[in-house]
């Protein structure tokens, strides 16, 4: 479309902007808009690249936390576990030493070493009540039905509690309420008799002093520990306490060489 004008009778032409003239953004404006949409769309792209490294770091970051605090967690597991077994096994230790030392404890026994000898009653009288209570294949009286030990059979308690064979012969022909020894037959007929009175042993911890092993035993009166209906009350208060010194006899069995305080 041309439009005329009559200057000096000379006619100049002119283009019109049809874009302009329909409301439509010139060819400049379309190409400014075209360069904001790819450098959007080049930001966009950026942007969301950024965005999924950000979120892999996020990612790995949460991975590399949840792995330090499962080793931490398997790390105090293993320790309350090792601490478990540990005294587990030790209380296992300590009550078979307990186990040992009963018949002995049980007689309430004088300080003693190899160099001054233990009494020879309480040295019957203890390898007595270990045979009974070890006694697998026991054998009544039928006359009275008192347990029957043999001689040979006590004398092997006494090497085994005090490491070698101990004469009681002064203390086997006295009268007692525990045992009546029959020479015919070289045998001991036991009575039965409660062990509540005696004492028994508490091993309350251990240590090796060269090859011998150190005992510290706490001594307790089973009766305490129940009523008068025989219902549990507790472990039993400690009365006193001894020392008791193990030694390594030639079969490489421990035996009680000495009691001290």
């Given at each position: 479309m041309y439009k005329y004008e009559r200057k000096n009778k000379i006619i100049s032409p002119y283009t019109v902007n049809y874009r302009a003239l329909y409301g439509m953004k010139s060819g400049a404006d379309d190409l400014s808009n075209s360069k904001s949409k790819i450098f959007k769309a080049i930001n966009g792209k950026h942007h969301a690249k950024r965005t999924r490294k950000n979120?892999?770091?996020?990612?790995?970051?949460?991975?590399?936390?949840?792995?330090?605090?499962?080793?931490?967690?398997?790390?105090?597991?293993l320790v309350f576990a090792i601490n478990f077994f540990e005294k587990f096994e030790n209380s296992k230790k300590l009550k078979s030493y307990d186990n040992f030392i009963l018949p002995v404890v049980m007689q309430n026994p004088g300080f003693f070493d190899e160099v001054n000898p233990p009494d020879e009653q309480m040295v019957l009288n203890a390898a007595i009540w270990d045979c009974a209570m070890n006694n697998k294949d026991?054998?009544?009286s039928e006359k009275d039905g008192r347990l029957i030990l043999s001689e040979h059979d006590i004398n092997t308690s006494v090497e085994k509690l005090f490491g070698h064979y101990i004469n009681t012969d002064n203390a086997k022909y006295k009268k007692s309420g525990l045992y009546t020894f029959e020479k015919d037959e070289n045998c001991?007929?036991?009575?039965a008799v409660s062990g509540t009175d005696n004492f028994a042993p508490r091993t309350l911890g251990c240590y090796n002093e060269g090859k011998d092993i150190v005992l510290n035993v706490g001594y307790i009166c089973p009766k305490d520990n129940f009523d008068k209906n025989m219902n549990f009350l507790s472990e039993g208060k400690i009365e006193k306490q001894a020392t008791f010194r193990l030694k390594k006899g030639v079969n490489n069995n421990y035996y009680i060489a000495a009691v001290s305080d």
């Open positions: 979120l892999i770091k996020v990612n790995h970051v949460f991975r590399f936390l949840w792995v330090c605090v499962f080793l931490a967690m398997s790390s105090v597991f026991a054998v009544y001991y007929l036991i009575e």
